[in-house]
C-alpha cells in the first residue's frame, strides 16, 4: 500500500509539473534592462489622407542581439489609426504594424513601447499642406455698377506639385462670397473657385477706387498659407484741373488733375478753341474780360466736367 500510495504522490507532482511548466511557457518574455528600440516608417510620408505606411519596431538587447522571440511591442499615434496597436517581436527581434490615415492631415507622432522600456517615436507626414498659393481674380477690375469676380486659388505642395483635397477659404473686403466664406476643397489640378458678387450699393458704401480679396490654406505646423489680390472699381473721372498764366502774357498752361485718371481730355477755353491735350499750353486773344474754361475728362467708363474762371489784367 506504501509503495502504490507513493507512486500515486509521484504521478500527482508529475502533473502539477508539467502544469506548471505549460503555464510559464505561456508569459510573454520582456525586454531586459539596457534594451534599445529602432523605430522606423516607411514611407515617412503618406501623399493620400488614408494611405497607410509600415511602422516597424526592431529590439535590441544592450549585448546586440535580438530581444526574445513573442516580447510584446505597443504601439500608439496621434492621427491616424494603428493595426495591430500590439504586436510580438519575431526571431530578428522586429514587430510590425500598419499606420492609415483616418481622412485627416498632418504629423503623425507614432511611439513603441515595452515594459519598462523608455517609448521612442517616429514622425509621419498623413496627406500633403499647402507651401504655396497663388489666387487670380477674374475681372481685375469692375464699373461702379458693380459685377460678379471669379476668384481662382491654386495650391501646390512643398515639392512645387499641385495640391488635391486641399481646403481653401475665400474671403473679399466687399460684395457676397457664393461660397458663404465656408472651406473649398482643390480638385486634381489644386485649384479652387469661387465668385464674388459685388452690388453697386458695395462700391459707393466703400468710397475707395479698389478692394482686396484673398484666400487662405492650411500649411506646414498649423500656420496659414495666405494670398491676397487687388481689385480696381473703375469710376468715372471726376473732372479737375490748376493752372498757371506765364507772367506778363496771356499764355496759360494747363493741368489735368481728375481722378481717377482720364484716358481722354477735352479743353474748351471759352474762346471758340478747344484742344484734346492732357495739359495744353494756351494763349487767349487780347481781348477784355475774363474766359470761361471747361475740361472734360472721360475714361471707359464715364466722363465727368468742371469750369474755372481764367482772368487776365489790363496791362496782360
Known sequence: ?????????????????????????????????????????NPGRISSATGTSAITAILVKSNGSPVNPGTVVHFDTNLGTLSPAE????????????????????????????G????????????????SLSLQANPSSIPESGGTIQLIALVRDDQGT???????????????????????????????????????????????????????????MGALTSQTFTVNIARAPVASFSFVIQTGTRTVAFTDTSSPKATKWLWDFGDGQQSSAQNPVHTFPATP????????????????????????????
Open 87 to 114: 504586436a510580438t517581436t519575431d526571431s530578428s527581434g522586429t514587430a510590425r504594424t500598419t499606420l492609415t490615415g483616418d481622412g485627416r492631415v498632418g504629423m503623425a507622432t507614432v511611439h513603441a513601447s515595452t
Open 289 to 316: 474780360g475774363s474766359f470761361l474754361v471747361t475740361l472734360t475728362a472721360s475714361n471707359a467708363v464715364g466722363s465727368g466736367s468742371v469750369t474755372q474762371q481764367v482772368s487776365f489784367s489790363t496791362a496782360q
Open 162 to 220: 499641385p495640391l488635391t483635397g486641399a481646403n481653401v477659404n475665400f474671403s473679399s473686403q466687399v460684395g457676397t462670397l457664393r461660397s458663404g466664406g465656408g472651406l473649398l476643397q482643390t480638385d486634381a489640378t489644386g485649384r479652387a473657385t469661387d465668385q464674388v458678387k459685388v452690388s453697386a450699393s458695395d462700391v459707393s458704401a466703400l468710397g475707395a477706387n479698389t478692394f482686396t480679396v484673398g484666400a487662405q490654406t492650411a500649411g506646414a
Open 1 to 41: 500500500m506504501n509503495v502504490r500510495r507513493s507512486l500515486l504522490l509521484l504521478s500527482l507532482l508529475c502533473v502539477l509539473c508539467l502544469g506548471a511548466t505549460l503555464a510559464c511557457s505561456k508569459v510573454s518574455p520582456t525586454a531586459p534592462s539596457g534594451t534599445t528600440i529602432n523605430l522606423s516608417a
Open 116 to 131: 519598462a522600456i523608455a517609448a521612442v517615436m517616429v514622425m509621419v507626414q498623413i496627406g500633403s499642406l499647402g507651401a
